[in-house]
C-alpha cells in the first residue's frame, strides 16, 4: 500500500484538486506516492459549514490524509467537545456533525479539518469519492517503505477511524454496503475490485441508542509489490440523525497481520457512536 499527500480546498471547490495536491507533495517529500497511489492521506482545511459527504458512494478509489495545516498540533483546538464514555478511552468528535465516538488511548485522534479519502488512481485531479473527517489514527507509521526508491520514506498506518455525512444516499444499508467496499478497494486491493467481498448489511444500535445498518468488507489476494502492501478491512455503520440526515462512522485497516486491530476492538469502538451538541467555540 502505498501513500502520498493530497490536498483540496474543500469539496466542492472549483480549484481542481492535482494543483493542490502537487504543492502539498513538494511540501511533505516523505508522504509521496511510492509506485502507485493506493492509499492516499491529505490533510485539508474545510470550512464549519462545508459538507464532506459530497464524496460519492462509489467503491471504485485510493486513500487518504496529511497536514496542511499546524492547527493539526491540537486535534480539538477551539471545541471542547464531548467526554469519553468508556474510561480510558480517548473520545474522538467531528463537530461539524455533531458525532463522536472513543477509541482506546493508543489511537491519535487528528484536527476537526483533517478528512481522509479515497480516489480512484487514475482520476488526476483525486476527486474523492468515500470519505472521513477528524479520524482517529492507530500507529501512523505502522509500516515503513521507500516503494518508489526516490530516497524518500512513506509512512502507512495500521488503522483509522472516522465519521462523515452521507447527505443525497439511498438508505443506511447501501451506506454501510458501499463505503466499507470502497475503503477496502481504495486502500488495499486497487485496481482490483473482485478481491472485495462484502458481508451481509445487518442492524446495529449503539450504547447511545443509535440505530442503523453496519456492513464489513475484506480483501482476498492482494499483490504484495511492497512491503507495505497487505490485506485490508472496512466496517461502516450509517445511521440517520436527529436531523434526519445520514451519516456515517467507518473503520478501514490492515489485516492478516499481527497487529490487526481485532474484530472485538472494531466493535467496541463502534458501539460507542453518539451525537452531541457542538460548542459555538
Same mark, same amino acid.
Given at each position: 500500500?502505498?501513500?502520498?499527500?493530497?490536498?483540496?480546498?474543500?469539496?466542492?471547490?472549483?480549484?481542481?484538486? @492535482?494543483?493542490?495536491?502537487?504543492?502539498?507533495?513538494?511540501?511533505?517529500?516523505?508522504?509521496?506516492?511510492?509506485?502507485?497511489?493506493?492509499?492516499?492521506?491529505?490533510?485539508?482545511?474545510?470550512?464549519?459549514?462545508?459538507?464532506?459527504?459530497?464524496?460519492?458512494?462509489?467503491?471504485?478509489?485510493?486513500?487518504?490524509?496529511?497536514?496542511?495545516?499546524?492547527?493539526?498540533?491540537?486535534?480539538?483546538?477551539?471545541?471542547?467537545?464531548?467526554?469519553?464514555?468508556?474510561?480510558?478511552?480517548?473520545?474522538?468528535?467531528?463537530?461539524?456533525?455533531?458525532?463522536?465516538?472513543?477509541?482506546?488511548?493508543?489511537?491519535?485522534?487528528?484536527?476537526?479539518?483533517?478528512?481522509?479519502?479515497?480516489?480512484?488512481?487514475?482520476?488526476?485531479?483525486?476527486?474523492?469519492?468515500?470519505?472521513?473527517?477528524?479520524?482517529?489514527?492507530? @500507529?501512523?507509521?505502522?509500516?515503513?517503505?521507500?516503494?518508489?526508491?526516490?530516497?524518500?520514506?512513506?509512512?502507512?498506518?495500521?488503522?483509522?477511524?472516522?465519521?462523515?455525512?452521507?447527505?443525497?444516499?439511498?438508505?443506511?444499508?447501501?451506506?454501510?454496503?458501499?463505503?466499507?467496499?470502497?475503503?477496502?478497494?481504495?486502500?488495499?486491493? @486497487?485496481?482490483?475490485?473482485?478481491?472485495?467481498?462484502?458481508?451481509?448489511?445487518?442492524?446495529?444500535?449503539?450504547?447511545?441508542?443509535?440505530?442503523?445498518?453496519?456492513?464489513?468488507?475484506?480483501?482476498?489476494?492482494?499483490?504484495?509489490?511492497?512491503?507495505?502492501?497487505?490485506?485490508?478491512?472496512?466496517?461502516?455503520?450509517?445511521?440517520?440523525?436527529?436531523?434526519?440526515?445520514?451519516?456515517?462512522?467507518?473503520?478501514?485497516?490492515?489485516?492478516?497481520v499481527d497487529d490487526e486491530?481485532?474484530?472485538?476492538?472494531v466493535r467496541e469502538i463502534?458501539?460507542?457512536?453518539?451525537?452531541?451538541?457542538?460548542?459555538?467555540?
Open positions: 500500500m502505498a501513500w502520498r499527500a493530497v490536498a483540496r480546498r474543500r469539496p466542492g471547490a472549483a480549484e481542481p484538486v @492535482q494543483g493542490a495536491a502537487r504543492a502539498l507533495e513538494r511540501a511533505h517529500r516523505r508522504l509521496r506516492s511510492t509506485a502507485v497511489a493506493a492509499a492516499v492521506t491529505g490533510a485539508v482545511l474545510l470550512g464549519g459549514d462545508e459538507d464532506d459527504s459530497a464524496a460519492g458512494p462509489d467503491p471504485a478509489a485510493s486513500s487518504a490524509s496529511a497536514s496542511a495545516s499546524a492547527a493539526a498540533d491540537d486535534p480539538r483546538s477551539g471545541d471542547s467537545g464531548p467526554a469519553p464514555t468508556v474510561a480510558g478511552w480517548t473520545v474522538v468528535a467531528n463537530p461539524d456533525h455533531g458525532i463522536a465516538f472513543d477509541v482506546p488511548a493508543s489511537w491519535a485522534p487528528k484536527s476537526r479539518d483533517w478528512v481522509t479519502y479515497v480516489a480512484e488512481d487514475d482520476d488526476p485531479d483525486e476527486k474523492p469519492l468515500v470519505a472521513m473527517k477528524a479520524p482517529a489514527v492507530l @500507529q501512523e507509521e505502522w509500516c515503513a517503505s521507500d516503494g518508489d526508491r526516490d530516497g524518500s520514506v512513506d509512512h502507512t498506518p495500521l488503522a483509522s477511524a472516522g465519521t462523515r455525512g452521507n447527505n443525497g444516499a439511498r438508505s443506511t444499508e447501501d451506506v454501510a454496503r458501499t463505503d466499507s467496499a470502497a475503503w477496502v478497494y481504495g486502500a488495499y486491493t @486497487q485496481p482490483d475490485r473482485d478481491k472485495v467481498s462484502t458481508g451481509p448489511v445487518t442492524s446495529f444500535t449503539t450504547a447511545s441508542g443509535i440505530r442503523g445498518s453496519v456492513a464489513s468488507s475484506r480483501s482476498s489476494g492482494v499483490a504484495k509489490k511492497d512491503k507495505c502492501d497487505v490485506e485490508g478491512k472496512a466496517t461502516t455503520f450509517a445511521f440517520e440523525t436527529a436531523d434526519g440526515d445520514f451519516a456515517s462512522w467507518s473503520f478501514f485497516g490492515a489485516a492478516g486491530v481485532p474484530e472485538t476492538t463502534l458501539a460507542t457512536v453518539r451525537e452531541y451538541t457542538p460548542s459555538d467555540s
